[in-house]
T-cell receptor, first 115, second 114 residues
């Protein structure tokens, strides 16, 4: 069965410092992995996706994530946080076989950015 | 291209009533999925439709149902509402059967059951 664990429910950083949001996954198949962001009272926006091409994936707004199969991890990073990055971030796994359309969401990590 | 639209954005119902939520996918997208988001359970998959057929279903009771029309628009229905059905209901669309493909989400319908 597929699952995803976000290791921190809340991360707080200062503006201009690096961001690290941690995610571990479990999948029976070659996984497709995504990071989504949700700003308050808004829908979910896709940040980036991994689908077995390059292991380092670049997304929007300066975010990137590295797929590490040996560690079953897909951590999200950004070199320098901006106030507008404050939101909730979801790590998501979707198997490319079998579970069509079934996205498995992590519990989310709330990112706070201090001025 | 216009994004995914959901109507209504907010809804208040009482226990025992039923409700229908609507979702219009991005033009050209044929797959529509529905999710429930609550503070306690997080985001949970309800079901997915592709070409008017339900392709996959999450672990929800039969009170939750849906359908998709020939223009790919989708509706979900919840009958005999319970207090625990209060949630943000999100619709997402994808060009094809969405295994491995990203989904694009609408702003959601916030349902409050009193």
């Amino acid at each position: 069965a597929q699952s995803v664990t976000q290791l921190d429910s809340h991360v707080s950083v200062s503006e201009g410092t690096p961001v690290l949001l941690r995610c571990n996954y479990s999948s029976s198949y070659s996984p497709s992995l995504f990071w989504y962001v949700q700003h308050p009272n808004k829908g979910l926006q896709l940040l980036l996706k991994y689908t077995s091409a390059a292991t380092l994936v670049k997304g929007i707004n300066g975010f990137e994530a590295e797929f590490k199969k040996s560690e079953t991890s897909f951590h999200l990073t950004k070199p320098s946080a901006h106030m507008s990055d404050a939101a909730e971030y979801f790590c998501v796994v979707s198997d490319r076989e079998g579970s069509q359309g079934n996205l498995i969401f992590g519990k989310g990590t709330k990112l706070s950015v201090k001025p | 291209k216009a994004g995914v639209t959901q109507t209504p954005r907010y809804l208040i119902k009482t226990r025992g009533q039923q409700v229908t939520l609507s979702c219009s996918p991005i033009s050209g997208h044929r797959s529509v999925s529905w999710y429930q988001q609550t503070p306690g359970q997080g985001l949970q998959f309800l079901f997915e439709y592709f070409s008017e057929t339900q392709r996959n279903k999450g672990n929800f009771p039969g009170r939750f149902s849906g359908r998709q029309f020939s223009n790919s628009r989708s509706e979900m229905n919840v009958s005999t509402l319970e207090l625990g059905d209060s949630a943000l209901y999100l619709c997402a669309s994808s060009p094809g059967t969405s295994g491995g493909r990203p989904q694009f989400f609408g702003p959601g319908t916030r349902l409050t059951v009193l």
